[in-house]
């Protein structure tokens, strides 16, 4: 089982969205992320025993922890500037309903706090606190958190 290092959980500038009321569909006046990690490279991507740093492959690792669903207040930047929301992990109400797909699986992460700073034009930094669980998909990666500092550009959807 790979104890999945730092070194394999840098990230990319993400996306943030807030998706209008008035479109259709459960997701409407919620926002969602995309946060990709940096690529990295394995000799097979289903087994994670090959995963290392690099680019040099043969396989190149390309993923993100994506999060949807997500009640925070307001519409845009202003309403999250410098401030601090905590969720309850799934499957309990008001959890974000997030997954990175790893391993040949799309493993749960519970995303239990975000912490945001102040916005920059259409950008903000934001610390995410997060829990990855490996093991319900059956996935050869042990459990572990991480704290994670993000930068993420606005969008608005509809």
Do not use: C
Request: avoid cysteine; aromatic fraction near 10%; proline fraction near 9%.
């Amino acid at each position: 089982m790979l104890d999945l290092p730092d070194d394999l959980l840098r990230l990319e500038p993400g996306r943030i969205v807030y998706l209008s009321p008035l479109r259709s569909g459960p997701a409407a006046g919620t926002w969602a992320i995309t946060v990709p990690l940096v690529p990295f490279s394995a000799a097979d991507r289903f087994d994670p025993a090959t995963f290392r740093p690099g680019s040099d492959g043969p396989e190149i690792i390309k993923t993100a922890i994506v999060g949807e669903f997500i009640d925070l207040p307001g519409n845009d930047l202003a309403a999250l500037t410098n401030g601090t929301f905590d969720f309850p992990i799934n499957p309990h109400p008001g959890y974000i309903d997030a997954s990175i797909y790893l391993g040949g699986g799309h493993n749960p992460v519970d995303i239990t706090r975000m912490e945001f700073r102040e916005a920059r034009s259409q950008y903000i930094d934001v610390v995410l606190h997060v829990a990855f669980d490996f093991t319900q998909e059956g996935v050869e990666i042990a459990n572990r958190s991480a704290v994670f500092h993000a930068n993420l550009q606005f969008e608005r959807l509809g």
